[in-house]
């Protein structure tokens, strides 16, 4: 077997792509990987280039060989792909789990941390790299090191099929209306969608699905408080031992053996608790900071959001609501939204066709950081998939892959993912590849993508992720783009890119009517922009309270006694502490958690807020210096989007603003008044 460097590859290649020789090509991959390696570490005196830089070029092969397939197990589930996931991640867990208890390589990499030629990024990467291996288990003694490799496979495991099953419970509920009757109150475009849905299905009306496009049609806009009961209470017990699916696709057992094992992994390593182990690269200092943290927003915002739901709950009486359930709250909202501002998502709408707001988010890289985007020809997975570069002064430095649009066999939300990471290989410079994801209302009929201002501020949120990993200019793997960045540090691109969405300058280009091409009308302009702040305050509880409620959890100790009961009194602890609607009893949100149960955000869940104070705080140098400031734009990709991992987030911050962050701009852009 060939121990010889893997071939150099730019693009993901979908059009060829073989599900039935996924797991033999990568069990050739890691063969060959630790074939290469045994031979290495045989050789004396290691140095950067002769055993970290063909290292790095083995672990991105291997990353770019699982991308593929890992990205189809999200956005094109089936049975067969989701069998071939299964076991590639298996291999690939077990393989990481093995190459992060090789005290032959951690001691070889200490060894080369130790020479004095290295440059700083060097030096950074290798600090990164050795931190990892010794929370990958490398001090650990017999028994507990394989214990602890046992335990990462198992939570791998638990995490995939944690998110299979929030993907089959949502997708499990199906309600087929066959008269437009029963959906009184749902705009044309709705109805439209829905039956939609059902021709999809080859059935006559209007199919009714969990899925975020329909799901928000339904609490939004639907007149039948039943039939808004109805989807709520199915969405908010999703995965769980209540609802229409109960037990069918319950995460309870799942999540508390992910809980355990945490806990576990944590203690083997030396801390007290998961919350512990999570904070060791973070921003924040201790598990103190951050509960102030929170706890100090929460104080700050609970007094507004009281007065915002009785407002609601004032204004619910005059639509004939005496008491308001969770099931109104969308729907209220929407009515009062109205009221106040004269404007409605559905007004809105017309004015964000999929091709402007693209065009419009480009005009805004552009004159930000002087980059142009184009479409490239590309077949992928699905039509509505897209490639595009990323150019600057003609020559590529970047591409990504565009996935918009709501489908089945898809995971809701929005996130981004890499491909690839900008590193240098024996070939050459190899540009960063991202997937950008969301799920926005497909085509209609003759009608293009028509977007809310919600999916237009999601698209810019995803984009300034894409833009840390694609304009990254590091080179080094695991300090390239969003590599090596703190996790509470990471949501600061993307949230920053958000304030774009609310600039009248930007908004101007941003949105024409799809049929017309006029711009939007000044009185609908000034409307959105009043409606920003429109219950920010009960908003900003709602993030506060998942926070919470995931950070609080991981600081509990999880052993074999522990049980489901204690998640669900800690859910109702937090909710009573922050919260400040109206509750479900039987609300089971914490089932299909998937940010904390099967992706990256456990314990960490509060870097959305952490980061939004950097976020906010960022941009309040562009309000100072004008939204296009040449410095401040060239200093934010400078410092922030260029630098990567490759110095600490807090100082990369500080050399960005001149100072560290304040939290007065988070309060003032998210509408908190002052007690």
């Known amino acids: ?3 010889a460097l893997p071939v150099f590859q730019q693009l993901p290649d979908f059009h060829n792509f073989n599900l039935e020789q996924q797991l033999p090509n990568l069990q050739q991959l890691c063969q060959s990987y630790e074939a290469w390696l045994a031979q290495q570490l045989a050789a004396p005196n290691p140095s ?8 790095h070029q083995w672990q991105d092969s291997l990353e770019l060989a699982f991308s593929p397939l890992s990205h189809l197990a999200q956005v094109q589930d089936s049975p067969e792909v989701r069998k071939a996931y299964g076991q590639a991640l298996a291999l690939i867990t077990e393989f990481h789990n093995r190459l992060g208890q090789n005290r032959e390589l951690f001691q070889a990499l200490q060894a080369v941390a130790e020479q004095p030629d290295l440059t700083p990024e060097q030096q950074r990467s290798l600090a990164k790299h050795l931190h990892d291996f010794v929370e990958a288990g490398v001090g650990l003694e017999e028994p507990e090191r394989s214990e602890f490799a046992a335990n990462q ?11 299979e099953q929030v993907l089959d419970a949502t997708q499990a509920f199906r309600l087929h209306l066959t008269q437009a009757q029963a959906l009184a109150g749902l705009p044309e475009s709705m109805l439209a969608m829905l039956a939609d849905n059902a021709a999809e299905q080859k059935l006559d009306g209007y199919l009714l699905t969990l899925e975020m496009p329909s799901y928000l049609a339904v609490m939004q806009y639907a007149d039948d408080r039943a039939l808004r009961q109805q989807l709520y209470q199915a969405y908010v017990t999703r995965a769980s031992e209540q609802g229409p699916n109960a037990e069918q696709f319950d995460n309870g057992p799942l999540m508390l053996e992910l809980l355990q094992l945490r806990q576990r992994q944590a203690q083997l390593l030396g801390y007290a608790n998961y919350a512990q182990l999570a904070l060791s690269d973070r921003m924040a200092a201790d598990e103190q900071q951050v509960l102030d943290f929170l706890r100090g927003l929460v104080a700050k915002a609970r007094p507004q959001g009281q007065k915002e739901v009785a407002e609601l709950a004032r204004f619910a009486q005059s639509l004939g609501i005496d008491e308001l359930q969770p099931w109104d709250l969308a729907y209220v909202s929407e009515k009062l939204k109205d009221q106040l501002f004269a404007i409605t998502d559905e007004q809105t709408r017309p004015y964000f066709p999929v091709e402007t707001v693209l065009k419009g988010l480009f005009t805004t890289l552009e004159r930000l950081f002087a980059i142009e985007v184009t479409a490239e020809p590309y077949q992928a997975y699905d039509p509505e998939v897209r490639l595009y570069a990323i150019r600057r002064q003609q020559q590529p430095v970047a591409y990504f892959v565009l996935d918009l649009y709501a489908r089945q066999g898809k995971r809701s939300g929005a996130w981004m993912d890499a491909f690839a990471s900008r590193v240098e290989q024996a070939k050459g410079l190899r540009l960063p590849v991202a ?12 009608k293009p993508g028509l977007m809310t201002h919600d999916d237009v501020v999601t698209l810019f949120h995803e984009f300034g992720h894409g833009l840390h990993h694609m304009l990254t200019e ?5 300090i390239s783009g969003i590599n090596g960045v703190p996790w509470d540090a990471v949501e600061l691109p993307s949230q920053f890119m958000e304030n774009f969405c609310w600039q009248p300058e930007v908004l101007s280009y941003l949105s024409a009517h799809y049929q017309t091409g006029e711009p939007m009308p000044q009185s ?9 702040n429109f219950q920010s305050a009960m908003q900003m509880l709602r993030q506060l309270e998942f926070a919470l409620f995931d950070f609080e959890l991981h600081r509990l100790s999880w052993d074999a006694s522990s049980s489901l009961a204690q998640v669900l009194r800690l859910a109702d602890q937090v909710r009573a502490e922050v919260a400040v609607t109206p509750q479900y009893a039987l609300n089971r949100f914490a089932n299909s958690f998937g940010h904390i149960f099967a992706g990256g955000y456990a314990a960490g869940y509060y870097s959305y807020k952490w980061a939004e104070l950097l976020s906010s705080d960022a941009f309040s140098r562009f309000e100072e210096e004008g939204l296009f400031a040449i410095d401040a734009a060239h200093d934010f990709q400078h410092f922030i989007l260029a630098a990567g991992g490759s110095r600490p987030a807090a100082e990369l911050y500080a050399a960005f603003r001149g100072r560290a962050p304040k939290q007065e701009a988070l309060l003032r852009h998210s509408g908190i008044q002052p007690s």
């Open 435 to 446: 997937y950008l994801v969301c799920n926005s209302a497909k085509p209609s009929g003759d």
């Open 48 to 55: 950067w280039q002769s055993l970290v830089a063909p290292w």
């Open 153 to 163: 496979q198992r939570l791998a495991e638990l995490a995939r099929r944690f998110s």
């Open 524 to 532: 609908m302009l000034d409307a959105l922009l009043a409606s920003k």
């Open 1 to 3: 077997m060939s121990n």
């Open 474 to 478: 590091q080179s080094i793997g695991n």
